[in-house]
T-cell receptor, first 110, second 113 residues
Framework: AQRVTQPEKLLSVFKGAPVELKCNYS??????LFWYVQYSRQRLQLLLR??SRESIKGFTADLNKGETSFHLKKPFAQEEDSAMYYC????????????FGQGTTLQVKP | EAGVAQSPRYKIIEKRQSVAFWCNPI?????LYWYQQILGQGPKLLIQ????????DSQLPKDRFSAERLKGVDSTLKIQPAKLEDSAVYLC???????????FGEGSRLTVL
């Protein structure tokens, strides 16, 4: 079965500290992984996708097929990074259908 | 470009009543999705349209939920009769055909009393 697990509901760090939001997935085919973010009072939006292999707002994520993980990392957290982060799995066939994890609230304290 | 528009933003109804939500996707986006997000959970896909055809409605509770996209643009999602467990945010998203990211609307928050 296709599944996305984000084990932490809340991650609280101080400004300048490193951040790692964990995401594990279960999928038998060739996965597409995404991170979506929802800032306070804003709509859900794409942060990054694994196929782009890019860094957005200082965040990176590497797909590890052996560990079936797609953890989101940032070396130095900023207060404006405080938001809800969702890991999402897209299956094959390019339908755009996404399976979301439960989300992790990142709280960056001053 | 204008984003995905949804209405109403908030709706409170009694159980067994009916409710309808409306979505206008980004112009030119052929694919439209309705997601249900219950408090504390991630969004869950209810139905996916490609133009005016249904691609996936496997998780839509068809005894009470219905959705349509008659002209391949706007879409409505209806719940009749509503249950307490339908309290959630209903998110609409759209995507250009075949590629690209999903763009989400602000959502419609439903409270069933």
């Amino acid at each position: 079965a296709q599944r996305v697990t984000q084990p932490e509901k809340l991650l609280s760090v101080f400004k300048g500290a490193p951040v790692e939001l964990k995401c594990n997935y279960s999928y038998s085919g060739s996965p597409e992984l995404f991170w979506y973010v929802q800032y306070s009072r804003q709509r859900l939006q794409l942060l990054l996708r694994h196929i782009s292999r890019e860094s957005i707002k200082g965040f990176t994520a590497d797909l590890n097929k052996g560990e079936t993980s797609f953890h989101l990392k940032k070396p130095f957290a900023q207060e404006e990074d405080s938001a809800m982060y969702y890991c999402a799995l897209g299956g094959s066939g390019n339908t755009g259908k996404l399976i979301f994890g439960q989300g992790t609230t990142l709280q960056v304290k001053p | 470009e204008a984003g995905v528009a949804q209405s109403p933003r908030y709706k409170i109804i009694e159980k067994r009543q009916s409710v309808a939500f409306w979505c206008n996707p980004i112009s030119g986006h052929a694919t439209l999705y309705w997601y249900q997000q219950i408090l504390g959970q991630g969004p869950k896909l209810l139905i996916q349209f490609q133009n005016n055809g249904v691609v996936d409605d496997s998780q839509l509770p068809k005894d009470r939920f219905s959705a349509e996209r008659l002209k391949g643009v706007d879409s409505t999602l209806k719940i009749q009769p509503a249950k307490l467990e339908d309290s959630a945010v209903y998110l609409c998203a759209s995507r250009r055909q075949g590629a690209g990211e999903l763009f989400f609307g602000e959502g419609s928050r439903l409270t069933v009393l």
